[in-house]
């Protein structure tokens, strides 16, 4: 009896990728920021740090997973993942807890588009 072997699941869209890698990360830093909190004497008054170094590191690893899987234009498409993340959680936030658009957000996206321009450039500039 012969087993056929299943090959491996790719994504072809860079974008689609770095999503995934981007809120895969989130994930993971969320759940260590729950930890850190839970176990240690923090109060919640370094929540705010917490989430914006999360979603910074996150934007971080999709865009260069992004740039690494376009293989040109590192700083467009890791920039654009960056947007993208950042309206994604905006439309959480509002979804969520209510949250308006207001200059924090607009900050938000501005940043998330520097360090996902980044990501993709170092992404790029990584391929074999």
Avoid: C
Avoid at 89 to 103: A, E, P
């Amino acid at each position: 009896m012969n087993i056929k072997q299943v090959g491996q699941v790719r994504i072809g869209s860079p974008m689609l990728s770095g999503l995934i890698y981007a809120f895969f990360t989130m994930i993971i830093g969320a759940l260590a920021a729950s930890i850190i909190m839970t176990l240690g004497n923090q109060g919640e008054e370094v929540l705010p740090v917490y989430a914006y170094m999360i979603h910074g590191i996150a934007a971080l690893a999709g865009s260069f997973a992004s740039g690494r899987k376009s293989g040109s234009k590192g700083w467009y498409h890791g920039g654009l993942l960056g947007v993208l993340y950042s309206i994604i959680v905006m439309i959480i936030g509002f979804l969520s807890f209510d949250k308006g658009l207001d200059w924090s957000i607009l900050t938000f996206a501005a940043g998330a588009f520097v360090i996902g321009a980044i990501g993709g450039i170092l992404g790029v500039n990584t391929q074999k």
